[in-house]
């Protein structure tokens, strides 16, 4: 019986020990440097790490992962499993800019966590040694470069007692509407959504062998839930092949995505909607006469919101090359509930359901409603009316509720927030449920989602939810970056009779800023046309400068402070002659 992935990598090692499980593109591009390593000694250098960390008597503590992208933090991750040590992936401080941002969530999670050793690459692990100024907390944790840990030490490892229920891994939340919380993933609920995972993508025996082995490229960050319980952690519970590169080197250029899809060929790779958007930039002729995408079946579309308009563009803009509407594969979940719970069909177009004749994007194609597919098997969904904690009939939007073996556990030492989110009832259902704090409805068994409850915006007693605010402004002007806009409310101040009022913040392009005044205008015509709202202010920002969670979702509530405290990297209006 498989009671962990640590058990299935054994088998893939055993089976097929020369079979490739990572290549890694160090600096993003095909033809330059690439590191592989196979299943056989993946499985030698992770039992070498485990068995480092057993002869500390570290099982069962928490171990702090700082890794570069790169191959050594699969073995780190892996390690720390097959050692029954508590997994707990963060972000190393690296240069000047993030450095602070990077420290202070860095000791706000070893806190948290209580982590007893950070496992690193060297130069990370030589990094912190120069940074006791900054985190003194350095000063009772054990600091271990994973790359000196000698392969003999593999022969000392010894199986971790590990059930169903046993902590795997504490995935902190990104934060977008409060501090970062430490779900408590098990192996069991690993296990899990990686089968939900694979029945959503069409993982089978025999796409698998059609492919040769070769599931994923991918660029995600893998301190993060979608690129790491996706695309690496799905590749162990296969024994496939995936091609990893740097979120930076993707960055710098979005088209080393797609090269990359090119040259592998695999069945499944995706991002945030706005690497999609990032793609469409760089879409010259050079590009796309270069490109094959027609092995790509599974384009994964989550962690923000999915727009109409990306799919039909990225559809129209990449046909030439091979790439297919119905692969696009949006999809729903969150670190509560490991990573997926909802996904698209797939060889199946999405479902787009076309705004209301009456609504605020009448008429608007581009404007539709993307559903995020059904719940995977075993999965209960529900759409629930949070304050009668009642089931809701289909159609009406309420708070997205789950129930299933790949909710997580709770939060870690957070028995209060762990009791309110993960010990929901509901009149009817037997059970516990995760309120998930997403708002959604459902249509034909399909889920779309609609915002967040803490996001809601409440004016005059009417419901506005942030993100058909900032779709309607993205959509009044092509100067606006799309999947960067905010949207929020602020008190009127005392003795104002409107109470609260709405306030949209977004990125425009740099050489949009001469026509800022008038893209305002044009900002506050249509919000007012389309939603009856009148808006307290429009603020025009620099590119970049709209915080976002590691996962890509707007931080409306950081947002909000910023204007409140007037610190936004507003564009300046031209001053009038």
């Not at 008597?57 to 570069?68: D, F, K, V």
């Not at 902190?172 to 970062?180: F, L």
């Not at 459902?442 to 939810?465: A, P, S, W």
Request: charged share 20%.
């Amino acid at each position: 019986m498989v009671r962990s992935l640590v058990d299935l990598l054994t088998q893939h090692a055993a089976h097929h020990p020369d079979r490739t499980a990572y290549r890694y593109l160090a600096t993003g591009d095909c033809d330059g440097e690439i590191q592989e390593i196979s299943y056989g000694r993946l499985a030698d250098r992770s039992r070498a790490i485990a068995a480092h960390l057993q002869e500390r008597g570290l099982t069962g503590a928490r171990a702090m992962l700082l890794y570069p992208p790169g191959l050594e933090f699969v073995c780190g991750y892996l390690g720390c499993l097959a050692a029954g040590v508590v997994a707990v992936p963060g972000v190393p401080p690296q240069g000047r800019a993030q450095n602070h941002r990077a420290l202070t969530r860095m000791r706000r999670l070893i806190a948290d966590a209580d982590a007893k050793v950070i496992l690193g690459s060297r130069e990370v692990i030589t990094a912190l040694s120069g940074m006791a100024e900054h985190l003194p907390e350095l000063a009772d944790i054990t600091c271990l470069a994973t790359e000196d840990m000698a392969d003999e030490a593999a022969a000392a490892w010894r199986e971790p007692d590990l059930t169903a229920d046993s902590v795997a891994f504490l995935q902190y939340t990104s934060g977008s509407t409060a501090a970062p919380r430490g779900v408590m993933v098990t192996h069991g609920n690993l296990l899990d959504n990686e089968r939900i995972l694979t029945d959503s993508m069409g993982h089978t025996p025999d796409i698998i062998e059609e492919y040769g082995h070769e599931m994923f490229v991918s660029w995600l960050p893998v301190y993060h839930d979608m690129g790491l319980i996706g695309p690496v952690l799905n590749t162990v519970y296969l024994g496939v092949t995936a091609t990893l590169f740097s979120p930076l080197h993707f960055l710098q250029q979005p088209q080393r995505w797609l090269t990359a899809i090119s040259r592998y060929r695999p069945h499944t790779s995706g991002g945030p909607n706005f690497a999609y958007e990032l793609c469409l930039k760089h879409a010259g002729p050079a590009l796309l006469d270069g490109l094959d995408l027609s092995s790509w079946k599974v384009a994964v579309n989550g962690a923000e919101p999915v727009r109409a308009a990306t799919l039909r563009h990225f559809t129209e803009t990449f046909a030439p090359a091979g790439f297919r509407s119905a692969a696009h594969h949006p999809c729903y979940g969150l670190a509560e509930s490991t990573l997926m719970v909802t996904g698209s069909t797939v060889h199946t177009p999405p479902t787009l359901l076309q705004p209301s004749e009456t609504g605020p994007h009448a008429g608007q194609s581009d404007a539709a409603a993307v559903s995020c597919g059904r719940p995977g098997p075993h999965v209960t969904l529900v759409i629930a009316d949070p304050q009668r904690r009642e089931e809701l009939p289909e159609g009406e939007v309420g708070e997205i509720w789950v129930r299933g073996a790949s909710v997580a556990k709770g939060y870690w030492r957070n028995a209060l927030a762990t009791r309110e989110t993960f010990r929901a009832t509901l009149t009817g259902h037997d059970g516990r449920f995760l309120r998930t704090g997403d708002l959604g409805f459902l249509r034909d068994g399909e889920l779309f989602v609609t915002g967040r409850l803490k996001d809601l915006i409440v004016i005059d007693g009417r419901n506005h939810y942030p993100q058909d605010l900032e779709l309607t402004a993205e959509m009044a002007h092509p100067a606006l970056r799309p999947g960067c806009t905010a949207a929020f409310s602020v008190d009127g101040g005392a003795g104002a009779a409107d109470g609260e009022q709405a306030v949209v913040v977004a990125e425009i392009a740099p050489d949009a800023a001469p026509e800022a005044e008038k893209i305002i205008d044009v900002v506050r015509s249509r919000i007012g046309e389309d939603h009856g709202l009148s808006v307290r202010d429009v603020v025009l920002v620099e590119p970049g400068s709209i915080p976002k969670t590691s996962s890509g979702k707007i931080q409306r509530h950081a947002t909000r402070a910023a204007y409140l405290d007037g610190t936004l990297a507003a564009v300046a209006a031209p001053a009038l002659s």
